[in-house]
């Protein structure tokens, strides 16, 4: 079983940024496909960014592509997630996720879950 720990998330004014880390344990960590996925109130689950095992492969959303960069240290089995440029439309919930198979923009096939943590970019 992986366990996905999120910290970083706040409330931080548009044009800020924040870093978010994930900390993993249970599993080898570079066995592990890493994505960051959010959700705002309201609204479907949405993908952000992933990336592959070693790094070599990375996928971001449209909508933050430019502004987010994900990047994984797999000597502290942690992968993290900066965020430029914050804006309002921003603010969700933003989970950590992993699986051991697919690099995929599907929240949905993932299979390990971290709790969360809240992101607020004030206007």
């Known amino acids: 079983q992986v366990q996905l720990v999120e910290s970083g998330g706040g409330l931080v004014q548009a044009g800020g940024s924040l870093r978010l880390s994930c900390a993993a344990s249970?599993?080898?960590?570079?066995?592990?496909?890493m994505a960051w996925i959010r959700q705002a109130p309201g609204k479907e689950r949405e993908f952000v960014a992933s990336?592959?095992?070693?790094?070599?492969?990375?996928y971001y959303a449209d909508s933050v592509k430019g502004r987010f960069t994900i990047s994984r240290d797999n000597t502290k089995n942690t992968v993290y997630l900066q965020m430029n440029s914050l804006k309002p439309e921003d603010t969700a919930v933003y989970y950590c996720?992993?699986?051991?198979?697919?690099?995929?923009?599907?929240?949905?096939?993932?299979?390990?879950w971290g709790q969360g943590t809240q992101v607020t970019v004030s206007s």
């Open positions: 249970g599993r080898t960590f570079s066995t592990l496909v």
């Open positions: 996720a992993a699986d051991p198979v697919a690099l995929t923009t599907i929240p949905d096939e993932y299979d390990y």
């Open positions: 990336i592959s095992r070693i790094g070599r492969s990375i």
